[in-house]
Structures are given as structure tokens and as C-alpha cells.
């Protein structure tokens, strides 16, 4: 195998999307020529740099996305409480609005003589 076709297998070979007899071939070239075990070892270290990143940066956002669905759920109850609260308030206000006007028109019928 000539070094240009190990370097353009080792990417193919790290997916581990090699087919076995190319695998042998390329670890055959590897542990015999120390330029493309060199360039093979980078490419390693590159992939798991890469992949670290890739992690980090894969869960940056998620992370943040949890805390803006947090904040979002938080503001949504609150939001639910206050329309609970309101709503409860109005119907009292509405009971009490009710019942002035009915004490209101008793008191009124009490006192006032029938007119005929
Ligand atoms: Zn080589």
C-alpha cells in the first residue's frame, strides 16, 4: 500500500468503515512506515479534540435550552397563578358587586312605602 491511498483509508478506517482486508493493509502500512503512523496518530488526536468540542459544544446549548425552558415553564405557572388569582378576585368582586345590589334593593323595598 503507497502512503497516499493509507492516508486517504485512515479516515474511513478510524469510522471503522473499513472493510477488513483494507483494515490489515493500512495497520500493515502503519506499523511500517512511521511518516503515516505519525500522520495517523494526529489524525486521532485531531478526531478526539474534535469530538471533546463537539461534546462541549453539543451540550452548551442543551443546557441552556433546559434553562429557557425552565424559566419559561416557571413564568407560564406564574402567569397561571395570577390568572387564578384574578379570576378568583373578579368572581369575589362579582359576588360582592351581587350582593350590595341585592342588599341594596331589600333595604330600598324595606324602607320605601308602597306607592299606590
Ligand atoms: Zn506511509
Redesign the pocket.
Known amino acids: ?3 497516499e491511498e ?2 486517504s483509508l485512515m479516515p474511513a478506517y478510524l469510522e471503522g468503515e473499513l472493510p477488513e482486508a483494507k483494515r490489515l493493509e493500512l495497520e500493515k ?2 506499523s ?6 505519525r ?1 495517523f496518530e494526529e489524525l486521532v488526536r485531531n478526531r478526539e479534540l474534535l469530538n471533546r468540542e463537539r461534546d462541549n459544544i453539543l451540550k452548551a446549548p442543551r443546557t441552556l435550552a433546559e434553562g429557557v425552558l425552565e424559566r419559561i415553564r416557571r413564568e407560564k405557572e406564574t402567569l397561571r397563578k395570577r390568572a387564578r388569582m384574578l379570576r378568583s378576585g373578579l368572581l369575589g368582586f362579582v359576588f360582592a358587586l351581587g350582593a350590595a345590589f341585592l342588599t341594596t334593593l331589600f333595604k330600598r323595598k324595606k324602607h320605601q312605602p308602597e306607592r299606590r
Do not use: V
Request: overall charge positive; aromatic content about 0%.
Open positions: 500500500m503507497r502512503c493509507a492516508a502500512h502503519l511500517s512506515c512511521p511518516t503515516c503512523k500522520k
